[in-house]
């Protein structure tokens, strides 16, 4: 009976309501897909903020609508082109891969392939003066003398 | 080949510092609307009296339509602009009101006391109009021509000039 109050009791009790909770937290995929829509959208009351995460009025709106017209069976790319229609690109969060916006999604890979070409173009242009500053061909009368001092060299067997 | 390199990394540089320079200086609340030459959406609801309208282009006339409420402030240093406005045009264009998420007691009390420029206002409790027309929020003015283009939108509060200028835009 001890054990029973000390141990099974508790798990009993336990296991009961963790089973409450997994209830709760069954989610409505409608509202879910509210707000993946909703995530991709500028709040354009608060600059940058997406209409999921915002509270302000506009964003409720918006939302209520997003799920008005999921109902009514539209699409996600209708639904936020009825936003564009109406509050243009800066409604997007993500800029669109068309006219200005593709510049946006252009000049960081640009300005990178840049940066590579440069630093090659710098490292190969710093090779080149080293060749440059080497010495230059020792004159005739020069290596005669090294070929007769490697020869006394030899002659008195300190060569090695 | 390193000289070469300048004559690039200059020119990109100018480039990034002078996008860098107009987006600092450009005002981030001025947002150009796409609904700008394309058609007034026509409307149904009801208006302050409880009466069914349609707000849409219907009799010929070039409309200016402001988006106002009663809890708008600016809307109030609007509203002596759009009075003066109604007595200066009120023969050559139509002044019509969308009421935007507004208390109806306080939108009645408001143009009773400050005085009524409109020939009608649209009641929208819900913002769903003013979501129809893009509307960030109050006070914001559509310029509507004859055609029922829209040639102008102000999403301030008007100025004598800015009325002056979008009305002369609607009439041209």
Redesign the interface.
Known sequence: MNLFIKIIMPILLLSVSSLIFAGDVNEDPLERKVLDIAAKLRCTVCQNQPVAESNSGLAKDMRAVIKEKLQAGRGEKEIMQYFVDRYGDYVLLAPPKSGNGLLIWLLPPALLLLAFYSAIMFMKSRNKEKVVTSPSPLSEADQERIRRARKAMDESGENE | ??R??WW??IP?LVLLFGLLAYGLTSN?KH?????IGKAFPTLQGKDLNGNAVTLGIVDGKPTVVNVWASWCAACRSEHNVLLRGARRYGDSISLVAINY?DELSNAKRWLNQLGNPYQWSFYDL???A?????V??VPETFFVNKQGIIVEKISAPLTDKMLADGIALMIK
Do not use: A
């Open positions: 080949m390193i070469h390199i690039v990394i990109v981030p947002i150009p609307s796409p609904l998420k819900s913002g769903r003013g979501l129809e027309l893009g960030y929020g």
